[in-house]
């Protein structure tokens, strides 16, 4: 079956980018179904309030509780024994389990995820515990940063996760070239023409050598990574790295200790 999104938020205008491009197309070719909600529909008082002073103190307001149990009861009416039928409730929140390629990846097997945009200083706890018994729930955070509201991390996190979705891209071989997931950042690209401004591609993408090129290519890969993301090295496996790249890594590790002693 396809996949179900659904979205609650007091700005639903944000939200609006989702119905473009890629996700949009994808939901008219009826490949997931995506429902973005107001929160002020489950208000019941005259000012459709959603949020209040916190307990204890402290700057800033919290959104209250009721209205929330009002949307996720209506998308979510039923309490499931099974914790593996329960659909998964993302909570965006710099407070959260970060989000990576790999639970994109989780969330593209889910059947049902509803998205939960918190504004203000965040959402009443009681909220997250209490939603328990019907979702798996999921603070999730896209990185150390913080953001005005959760809509520009679910925009991120729907992309992320669509995009996985079978039929969604039009050219499958750019997601199984991605997903040779070796850990490493990708290889700088170049297209025609072969000089421009005076900047010549390398010569070696020019050679018609297959194996020269996907050499040089992981030479690429591993000096980026090296540079920009020492963390990524740390965390390779044991078996990821061949003699020449470990060679190479020890040579631009050296280089970088002459360069640091002044
Ligand atoms: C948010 C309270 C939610 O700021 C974020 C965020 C940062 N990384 N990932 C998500 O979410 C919005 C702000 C304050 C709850």
Known sequence: MNPRYDVVSIFPEYLQPLELSLIGKARRAGLLELTIRDLREFTTD????VDDTPYGGG??????????????????????????ARPVLVVPSPAGEVFTQRTAEDF???????????????IDERVLE??????????VSLGDYVLNGGE??????VEATARLLPGVIGNPESLIEESHA???LEYPVYTKPSVWR?????????????AAIAR??????LERTSRRRPDLIKDLPEDALDRRDRTLLDEWAREREQDDTV
Request: with cysteine; net charge negative.
């Open 46 to 49: 005259r000012h459709r309030t």
């Open 59 to 84: 700057a800033g307001m919290v959104m209250k509780a009721e209205p929330w149990a009002q949307a996720l009861e209506a998308i979510q009416p039923s309490e499931a024994e099974d914790p593996e």
């Open 108 to 122: 593209a097997r889910e059947e049902h995820i509803v998205f939960a945009c918190g504004r203000y200083e965040g």
């Open 130 to 139: 209490w939603a328990a018994d019907r979702f798996r729930v999921r603070p």
């Open 152 to 157: 520009v991390a679910v925009m991120a996190m």
């Open 182 to 184: 070796d850990g490493l």
């Open 198 to 210: 005076d900047r010549p591609v390398p010569e070696v993408l020019l050679s018609g050598n297959h």
């Open 216 to 221: 040089a290519r992981r030479d690429w890969q």
